[in-house]
């Protein structure tokens, strides 16, 4: 899904969490690392402590990536908010993988924050999660 911003700063930033989340979901992880700030926090559904440093964010995305055959991935209703050189970007998203021989389809939610540093948008905390069970 091709989604345009009218703002260019959006704009860049949403190219910038495309391509980061394209890293990951098309057998690109190594690529995170051109995404993820020095000092990147993470807060994630399955770890219970915040993932806290490039190193360990990138550790955890590459380590599912490897895991899981990724069917399906799709950034929905996309809402980005810029103050400067900040960014808070916000998302549904839907994915279906192949892990430990079973099929999963999940839906949830997202929440990247970016800094621009030098010309370029990192992201520097991220918070996801699955929907709530009904």
């Known amino acids: 899904m091709k989604i345009k911003f009218d703002d260019a700063a959006k704009q860049e930033v949403w190219q910038t969490l495309r391509a980061l989340n394209d ?26 402590h915040r993932l806290e440093g490039r190193e360990a964010c990138f550790k955890s995305w590459n380590d599912f990536s490897r895991a899981a055959h990724i069917r399906h991935w ?3 209703e996309p809402k980005i908010m810029v103050f400067g050189n900040t ?29 621009k540093e030098d010309g370029k948008w990192w992201a520097v905390a991220d918070q996801f999660s699955p929907y709530p069970a009904t």
Do not use: C
């Not at 690529?31 to 000092?39: A, G, I, M, T, V």
């Not at 099929?103 to 939610?109: A, D, E, I, P, S």
């Open 23 to 48: 890293a990951w979901t098309k057998g690109n992880p190594e690529e995170l690392k051109n995404f993820f700030h020095k000092d990147m926090v993470a807060i994630t559904a399955t770890d219970r």
């Open 74 to 76: 799709e950034e929905q």
């Open 87 to 115: 960014a808070v970007v916000t998302y549904y998203f839907d994915m279906s993988f192949d892990m430990g021989g079973q099929t999963v389809n999940l839906g949830g939610r997202d929440m990247f924050v970016f800094v």
